[in-house]
């Protein structure tokens, strides 16, 4: 008997029930744009970046190198790493779920920026050379 009412006073687990908040698909938003514009830089613009440096006979960073060797490797194991890809990805969305759900908003944001900060960087090591090209002539 006193059991069942220590039972009945224990704060029950918080449901996951609730309608998620605004900033849960702002950040889920987030992530699948930077997903989609990352999967266009790989298959478009990179390509043209890698020949127009080729064609230039530019050293590159080895940010821009590392950008490039990795997108071919992507290339080569298409399938693989994009399965690879859209699993962490919804991983990423379910884990932001659950955050919103325990009401820790502050996590939410931090991570659904995440990846938009992974193509930012992966734009500026793209025009890394460009930059580099221009102090050269212009000293």
């Not at 994009?82 to 009401?103: E, F, H, P, R």
């Not at 944001?109 to 900060?117: D, E």
């Amino acid at each position: 008997m006193i059991e069942q009412n220590m039972d009945e006073n224990a704060p029950s687990p918080p449901s996951l029930k609730t309608r998620p908040s605004l900033w849960f698909w702002i950040s889920g938003v987030s992530v699948v744009l930077s997903y989609l514009i990352w999967l266009v830089l790989l298959l478009f613009v990179l390509t043209a970046f890698e020949e127009m440096y080729a064609d230039l006979g530019a050293k590159l960073p080895k940010i821009t190198q590392i950008l490039f060797d990795s997108a071919s490797f992507i290339k080569s194991n298409f399938l693989s790493t994009q399965l690879s890809i859209l699993s962490l990805m919804a991983l990423t969305i379910w884990g932001l779920y659950v955050l919103d759900q325990q009401k820790h908003i502050f996590a939410v944001v931090v991570i659904g920026n995440i990846p938009p900060a992974i193509v930012i960087i992966m734009i500026l090591s793209m025009f890394l050379p460009i930059f580099q090209l221009t102090t050269l002539l212009g000293d």
